[in-house]
């Protein structure tokens, strides 16, 4: 059922997201106008995301699952007002973009970390795949059906439908229980004052080297995949190239999203990447040499449909990677702090992308690539001249900014290996199931025959077992409790 709910609201928010940039566009014809709008939504987003997290661990994640969906509704309300006011401007869809950047921080991490509690280890993929489809599914309609709505309701209507589609949404999950996070010993250890939980996160993947490594190649990849694939340069380019032809964005969109969704469809049935790590790192170096090269170097629709399905075939791949790896390693009490600061690293040059693509594509690239420009002999046989060359020639170069950050992190053993040498986080057995072995004696002050086995530091009702389970529980957890002390 939350399921459902929110693939309502996301085709509705996808058919705004396309629409904004193109009302955006044909007023100014500035990329970097429409690069804006990106800026507000990831800075409020990572500015929020570290202080989320703490709420997500802290608080009820049902509660924390709605937070986005309320401050979107709001966002949505006042724009549906001041459009219909006629007094709708460019700079009250960047504070619309802040509002639901804010409420994404929450989302994100809540809808992740409640995964653990609701199904089993073994179905994380599965479960990722189904979340991956709500971010890929609405990508299928939203970009076909927003020219045509576009024209036939105009923005209006567009917002008005989101809107609604928002409440259905809120309504599901109201009525769904959500179980609560388990508490482990790691996570209440874990508290302290609120600035210093805000960077906990941080500190679990800094104190992982391969952990971290594996971050900053999200980090780093994700400027040049921001950059290439922001609404600043792919949009401007398309519609430079094919004169303003909103049906040809349209299309290859949808088709990139239809390709996630059918490889996220496969993942949800298969439900088996046994080295996420490697899997990541792969389907990183493909994406950028296969995908982002022949984005710009095409100037004819079919190439960009064919460069946008191969990126669109790795993506769910690496969400789902990345999201299981850590709901595996990670206990469940600390996975809002760890999948916010996640999050936060990942995409900390994601704000800044559209700019730079605004900025050098507009001011350098596009100049540069027209008739006589500087570049025009350098690439000109490569990318083509005239409009829209300039921002083909970046999306390439950053093609191969990308090939070359996948490269470096598989040469490097412990980022390639990072899924193996982090342990495993398991779970605590019910209460009851640990117990103090009391020593066996026959006599006064004789050596014992068994030793005592204390699990100290663990704050727990201890009961008797029959004599069968107590040798299963202490054989087969041990273990287990070991590693969680250390």
């Known amino acids: ?39 507000f939504f990831f800075g409020s987003y990572l500015l929020a995301v570290l202080f989320a997290g703490i709420l997500i661990d802290r608080s009820d994640r049902k509660t924390m699952m709605l937070m986005y969906d309320f401050l979107s509704l709001s966002g949505l309300a006042v724009l549906l007002v001041l459009q219909t ?70 923005l209006s209507g567009i917002l008005a439908v989101n809107l609604i589609a928002f409440v259905i949404s809120i309504g599901v999950l ?93 993942l949800t049935t298969w439900g088996g990447i046994k080295r996420p790590a490697r899997t990541i790192i792969l389907a990183w170096i493909l994406s950028s040499l296969f995908s982002m090269t022949l984005l710009g170097v095409g100037q004819v629709p079919i190439i960009w449909l064919i460069a946008i399905v191969i990126d669109s075939i790795f993506d769910p791949i690496v969400n789902v990677s990345i999201d299981a790896f850590l709901q595996a390693k990670v206990p469940p009490d600390l996975q809002g702090r760890v999948f916010s600061a996640s999050d936060f690293i990942a995409q900390a040059m994601i704000p800044f992308a559209p ?23 350098t690439f000109g046989w490569l990318v083509g001249t005239g409009p829209g060359s300039g921002f083909g020639l970046l999306i390439l170069l950053c093609g191969v900014g990308g090939t070359l950050v996948g490269l470096s ?45 204390l699990i100290r530091g663990l704050v727990r009702e201890r009961t008797s077992l029959p004599p069968k389970e107590e040798l299963k529980a202490n054989g087969s957890n041990q273990e287990k409790i070991t590693h969680l002390k250390r």
């Open 85 to 154: 006011a006629g007094l709708l401007q460019i700079w009250h869809l960047y504070v619309s973009a802040v509002f639901q950047g804010v409420g994404s921080a929450f989302q994100s991490p809540s809808y992740a970390a409640a995964i653990t509690t609701m199904v089993s280890r073994k179905q994380y993929i599965r479960a990722n795949s189904l979340m991956s489809l709500l971010y890929d599914l609405p990508g299928i309609f939203g970009p076909l059906l927003a020219g045509m709505t576009y024209m036939i309701v105009g």
């Open 174 to 266: 109201l009525f769904v229980e959500v179980p609560p996070t388990p508490r482990t010993v790691e996570g209440e250890l874990s508290h302290n004052k609120f600035l210093n939980e805000a960077i906990y996160g941080i500190k679990y993947i800094f104190q992982r080297p391969g952990l971290l490594g594996l971050e900053l190649i999200f980090f780093t990849g994700n400027l040049f995949s921001g950059i290439a694939l922001s609404v600043a340069a792919l949009y401007p380019m398309i519609l430079l190239r094919t004169g303003n032809n909103t049906g040809v964005l349209g299309t290859v969109q949808s088709a990139g999203a239809l390709a996630s969704v059918v490889v996220a469809i496969f």
């Open 355 to 377: 700019l730079l693509a605004g900025y050098f594509g507009d001011r350098i690239f596009e100049p540069a690539m027209r008739t006589g420009g500087a570049l025009v002999n």
């Open 1 to 39: 059922m939350i399921w459902l709910g929110q693939m309502v609201s996301g085709i509705a928010s996808s058919i705004t997201a396309v629409a904004l940039p193109i009302w955006i566009f044909s007023i100014t014809e500035s990329g970097t106008a429409v690069a804006l709008l990106e800026f």
């Open 409 to 453: 992190g598989y040469l490097i053993t412990s980022i390639r290996n990072v899924d193996q040498l982090l342990p495993d986080f398991w779970s605590l057995p019910p209460v009851g199931m640990i117990r103090r072995i009391p020593s066996l004696r026959t006599k006064k002050g004789e050596r014992k025959t068994k030793p005592r086995k």
